[in-house]
Each structure stands twice: as structure tokens, then as C-alpha cells.
């Protein structure tokens, strides 16, 4: 599936809840099912940098798509970084460096953050750029 469905669909999935309460815990127990980082990468190398809580994220290579996992400390976040994996992984670099992020905004998510959990929204979304970047140069 392209990055560009698994948006809408995460857009009309969050369009389903009246209030954000309800939205917060979709959140949370979309934190639950995020495929988790292994311990070895639960270290300050993949450590998100601009967010409040502790955001650990990893990539690798599967068959010219990058694989993410994560973790965090925060459930929130946790919820959060798990959104972003499922629109980017799986996906080819070149995809998830042309792809926006409109769907934030369309979920309203980053205008009910916290200014520290909103910057560290625009970092985990950074990082997830910068390894496709990476990735891709290898891959060229």
C-alpha cells in the first residue's frame, strides 16, 4: 500500500472519534501494537533528539524498503511514533523522502500537542527522513 492510502487511512480512522480524548487513547493503543526496537537499539545512537520524553528509533534494509521500529518511555509518544512508522514503513526511501506529512494536520494532531511534544514530532519525522536518505544513497 502506498504511503499516500495508509495516510488516508489513518485520517478517517481518527475521523471516526468526536473528541480528542477518544483520539488520544487510539493513540495509546496504537503505542500498543508498534513493532518494538530490539534492546540493542535502545541506546543514545538511536535516541530521537528534540523530544521531551525518549524516542528510540531504527531502520533497516528489507528488499529495497526500510523496516522501522521504535519505542519510547511515553505513552504518547509511543502512539505517536507508532502513526508514523505505519505511514513509513515498509516503504522504498525515495517514497518516504518525496512523501508530506499533511495527514498531521489533517488529524489535527500536532494542534493538540504540547509545544515540546509538537517539536518532537517534527524531529521524529526528521529522523525517519534522514534514514530514507541515507538508505537511498546506498541504495544509488
Same mark, same amino acid.
Not at 50 to 58: A, E
Not at 105 to 115: A, T
Given at each position: 500500500?502506498?504511503i499516500?492510502?495508509?495516510?488516508?487511512?489513518?485520517?478517517?480512522?481518527?475521523s471516526?472519534?468526536?473528541?480528542?480524548?477518544?483520539?488520544y487513547?487510539y493513540m495509546?493503543?496504537?503505542?500498543?501494537?508498534?513493532?518494538?526496537?530490539?534492546?540493542e537499539?535502545?541506546t543514545?545512537?538511536?535516541?530521537?533528539?528534540?523530544?521531551?520524553?525518549?524516542?528510540?528509533?531504527?531502520?533497516?534494509?528489507?528488499?529495497?524498503? &526500510?523496516?522501522f521500529? *521504535?519505542?519510547?518511555? +511515553?505513552? %504518547?509518544?509511543?502512539?505517536? %511514533?507508532?502513526? &508514523?512508522?505505519? *505511514?513509513?514503513?515498509?516503504?522504498?526511501?525515495?517514497?518516504?523522502?518525496?512523501?508530506?506529512?499533511?495527514?498531521?494536520?489533517? %488529524?489535527?494532531?500536532?494542534?493538540?500537542?504540547s509545544?515540546?511534544? +509538537?517539536n518532537?514530532l517534527?524531529?521524529? %519525522?526528521?529522523?525517519?527522513?534522514l534514514y +530514507?536518505?541515507?538508505?537511498?544513497?546506498?541504495l544509488?
Amino acid at each position: 500500500m502506498t504511503i499516500d492510502k495508509i495516510q488516508e487511512e489513518i485520517i478517517d480512522e481518527f475521523s471516526m472519534f468526536d473528541d480528542w480524548m477518544q483520539r488520544y487513547e487510539y493513540m495509546i493503543d496504537l503505542g500498543k501494537s508498534l513493532p518494538l526496537i530490539e534492546e540493542e537499539f535502545k541506546t543514545n545512537d538511536y535516541i530521537i533528539k528534540g523530544c521531551q520524553s525518549k524516542v528510540w528509533v531504527h531502520a533497516k534494509l528489507q528488499e529495497d524498503k &526500510l523496516v522501522f521500529t *521504535a519505542d519510547s518511555d +511515553a505513552i %504518547i509518544t509511543k502512539g505517536i %511514533i507508532a502513526i &508514523l512508522i505505519r *505511514a513509513f514503513s515498509n516503504q522504498k526511501p525515495q517514497d518516504i523522502i518525496d512523501a508530506n506529512t499533511n495527514f498531521i494536520d489533517e %488529524i489535527g494532531l500536532k494542534e493538540h500537542l504540547s509545544p515540546t511534544r +509538537a517539536n518532537g514530532l517534527v524531529s521524529m %519525522i526528521k529522523q525517519i527522513k534522514l534514514y +530514507a536518505v541515507a538508505y537511498q544513497t546506498q541504495l544509488k
